[in-house]
């Protein structure tokens, strides 16, 4: 199916103009540890598996995350974002200037810790998870700061990209702004939310809620599940919801292992089944949605196109374990 939807050759054509575009993307960033070990036998202190430490691993995680997928499809990309005074906030600076990532729009802040989420490895299974972070919105100073940057880099901006973790940098004033600043130069503006986030999301060009966020937006309960998405009458009632109540461009509900799916005012819902072979690790997917459905758009795919092709995206990372990107071979591969 998605080959007739989108083509290889055009697929290519799409990633190739997306490298003449420059994205920007605001948000929660975060450092990604990952410890990989092997289990043989059972703690004589407690009954929890002993892990035998073989290595560890750091990657730019959360808004990071999404900056990174994008760079490694070969677009121009800027992070906003604030850090702490600390080890890991430092690594996470030298993380991203590796990765060919503008950085130059992170602020440090001595009174906040960098977000780092520790995950323990053990035969390819995630084991337990530890996070270290700062949850305080930022105040009005802080704000400031992080919109001088942004302002300065917007003008040659093709889309952006704001992404919510409920780690205290996207607050109501910050996003206020951000969709005034750009509606006012007709500049695309994806959101990723997070629902125990209240914020006002009305007017946003793309939102990418998974099925159990898109429900706690719609203040529904999740109650019925149907292999096919289409004839799920409350995610359809969700659906016809959000679009009606935010009124988006673009509402794409991510559904994991039953792909995705595409909805848009006056328009029927449109399923994408996913076109992944195997599931290792769902980490950072989500990511890796929103930044492929933006570069798509910022390089002239119609919303079909560009779901289409972050579906292809998804579908490769969740094949590979830790928060994963995707190259434009492998993405191309896939059709």
């Known amino acids: 199916m998605s080959a007739k939807i989108l083509s290889r050759s055009r697929a290519r ?184 986030h209240h914020l006002s999301l009305s007017s946003l060009s793309l939102i990418t809620p998974n099925r159990k966020e898109a429900f706690e937006l719609a203040n529904l309960p999740d109650e019925t599940s149907h292999a096919n998405p289409l004839a799920d009458k409350n995610l359809m009632l969700v659906a016809e919801r959000l679009l009606n109540e935010l009124r988006p461009v673009v509402l794409l509900i991510t559904l994991g292992e039953l792909g995705m799916l595409l909805c848009q005012r006056g328009q029927r819902p449109f399923h994408i089944p996913t076109v992944a072979q195997e599931v290792f690790d769902v980490s950072g997917a989500g990511d890796t949605v929103i930044a492929a459905f933006t570069l798509a758009i910022a390089a002239g795919a119609s919303p079909v196109e560009a779901a289409t092709l972050s579906n292809h995206a998804a579908g490769i990372v969740v094949g590979k374990i830790g928060t994963a990107i995707t190259t434009p071979e492998e993405l191309l591969k896939s059709f």
């Open 13 to 196: 054509q799409i990633l190739t103009a997306a490298t003449k575009t420059h994205v920007l993307v605001l948000g929660d960033v975060m450092l990604d540890q990952f410890i990989w070990g092997g289990v043989s036998r059972i703690s004589p202190e407690a009954p929890v598996p002993v892990v035998d430490f073989e290595r560890e691993s750091f990657m730019p995680g959360g808004a990071a995350n999404v900056a990174r997928n994008l760079t490694a499809l070969n677009v121009p990309t800027e992070i906003f974002g604030v850090i702490g005074s600390d080890d890991a906030g430092r690594r996470l600076k030298t993380l991203l200037n590796e990765q060919k990532i503008g950085c130059s729009g992170l602020v440090t802040h001595a009174a906040r810790h960098t977000s780092v989420k520790t995950r323990i490895v053990a035969h390819k299974q995630q084991m337990v998870r530890i996070d270290r972070e700062t949850r305080d919105h930022l105040d009005g100073r802080l704000t400031g700061r992080l919109l001088v940057g942004f302002k300065s880099k917007l003008p040659k901006a093709a889309a952006v990209i704001v992404g919510d973790y409920g780690k205290g940098v996207v607050t109501q004033p910050l996003l206020n702004e951000i969709k005034m600043l750009c509606r006012a130069r007709g500049i695309w503006l994806s959101f990723d939310p997070k629902p125990v």
